[in-house]
């Protein structure tokens, strides 16, 4: 087996493995009555894929692949409104560079700066920030996006902007949350979810408790867990033990980097910044109840959709459908793998993306494009 | 972009805004020490110890084999390549002209 061998330690993930097919076969998981276990994190996606665990597990295993890529699920309508803010007059434009190629209705973030945007590519709000500060004659709008484990980096940039009272800096916020879309997964009939590996460095900002729900009133297990190889078999196997015992709690796999009640200072400064929006637009998934994050009123100042009148938090927020053909939001809910998309590999693909899900290699479009995870098993190795 | 990379503080740079140089894989990086503000309020007491660094902060003090772990995990992944780059272009951001 190529993989194993690629394995920090084969010898480890061969016991593993062979752990969760025992456990597997007690609980009778079969291909045609598989247990189906969402990662919710696209950096498990990504790993699941890397190192085939999706084809190395037994059969009986099903990996639904979560909404946990920021990219992925960022809608059309958010791309365009970037794009609007950039073409302000003087507007510096600083985004995370997974979002640049994200496709709006009109164009992506890459084919603004083409045609003259100053959009620059960041690493770190700070980045922002600092050329906020360089430029004082220019506006700088930061484009917040992503889980828990950025939010409280911008959350913690607005802060030191407003200890410096700078008048040039907003952002543009979007952040999303983990534990909504994962209940609007469960609420939802056409899903099964039997168990879910959570997602390790969002747990690190805020803990394992925002997951009691899943267990407590859904009575499904999840373990939350690291994202090298090994620790994902092992999560696995956490969460087909307590399938198997009949147990449902919150476990964690990545004590090391995950302290039970997250990380105190991050937590302060997002709830010091931020409030719950009523609900945000998420891309494949539709409209969930405070899901999404917007900048408190006092604040407001460093608030690109109250400076500007550009965005959700303006008049009307704007719904625009998603292109023709594309199976995203089925993908996206796990109804389908992505090699059931028509356009797969056709219309989109990682160069050209249709879908968000291609654009980022967190997405599973891009990750079964990039590791072949369409092709039987026998090919691959 | 939602997974952090290890990196060692090597000096604080502005003890006010609570930054420091980090060394992300041989490239230096200024961070937010601010999410692992030691209790004590003394910063130089990170100085030396490895930290999960994400767009920017330190986001949790790990042990240096737990670094080496998690660094080979990601590069594994393509990830720490794609992160170097990422910082490589917010340097080039901060120096274009506007
Ligand atoms: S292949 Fe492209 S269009 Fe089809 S579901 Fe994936 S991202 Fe969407």
Request: proline share 7%.
């Amino acid at each position: 087996m190529r993989y194993v061998q690629e394995f920090r330690d084969p010898t480890t993930a061969k016991v593993l493995l062979a752990e969760i097919a025992r456990v597997a076969d007690q609980i009778g998981a079969t291909p045609e009555k598989p247990v189906h276990i969402m990662e919710i994190c696209g950096g498990h996606t990504h790993a699941i894929f890397r190192y085939g665990l999706d084809r190395l597990t037994h059969p009986g295993i099903e990996f639904i692949h979560g909404p946990g890529c920021p990219v992925c699920v960022l809608p059309m309508a958010r791309v365009d409104e970037c794009v609007e803010l950039a073409q302000q007059p003087g507007v510096i434009f600083c985004t995370f560079g997974d979002a640049m190629r994200v496709p709006g209705t009109k164009k992506s973030l890459m084919q603004a700066k083409a045609d003259g945007c100053d959009i620059r590519m960041v690493y770190s709000p700070l980045d922002a920030l600092e050329l906020a500060r360089r430029n004082p004659n220019r506006e700088v709008i930061f484009f917040g996006l992503g889980f828990e484990t950025t939010t409280p980096s911008t959350a913690l940039t607005i802060q030191q902007a407003a200890r410096e009272g700078l008048t040039n800096f907003t952002v543009f916020c979007n952040h999303i949350t983990v534990p909504p879309p994962i209940k609007a997964l469960l609420d939802d009939p056409h899903m099964v979810l039997d168990g879910f590996v959570g997602p390790g460095h969002v747990s690190m900002v805020i803990g394992i408790h925002p997951y009691d729900f899943i267990a407590r009133d859904y009575g499904k297990p999840i373990v939350v867990a690291g994202f090298e190889p090994l620790d994902l078999l092992q999560s696995v196997l956490m969460v087909l033990i307590q399938i198997r015992d009949g147990r449902a709690e919150v476990e964690n796999q990545y004590s090391r980097i995950v302290p039970e009640h997250g990380n105190p200072v991050s937590i302060a400064a997002i709830e010091d910044v931020y409030e719950k929006r009523p609900s945000f637009a998420w891309r494949g998934l539709g409209e969930i109840d405070e899901s999404g994050l917007q900048i408190q009123a006092k604040y407001a100042a460093f608030d690109a959709e109250a400076k500007f009148g550009i965005g959700y938090g303006a008049e009307v927020a704007r719904e625009v459908e998603e292109p023709d053909g594309c199976a995203c939001s089925q993908v996206m809910t796990g109804r389908i793998k992505p090699i059931a998309c028509p356009q797969f590999g056709q219309c989109c693909t990682p160069e050209m993306p249709l879908g968000a899900l291609m654009v980022s290699s967190e997405g599973a479009c891009a990750a079964y494009y990039q590791y072949g995870g369409g092709r039987p098993l026998e090919a691959a190795e | 972009m939602c997974l952090g990379i290890p990196g060692q503080i090597v000096e604080i740079t502005d003890a006010n805004r609570m930054m420091a140089m980090a060394d992300v894989s041989g490239v230096r990086r200024e961070v937010s020490l601010a999410p692992v503000m030691p209790t004590s309020g003394d910063l130089t007491e990170v100085i030396g110890e490895w930290a999960l660094i994400h767009v920017g902060f330190a986001m949790a003090i790990i042990d240096a084999d737990e670094a080496a772990e998690t660094l080979a995990a990601l590069r594994g992944l393509g990830e720490a390549q794609e992160t170097l780059e990422a910082m490589a272009e917010g340097a080039k951001a901060l120096g274009e002209r506007a």
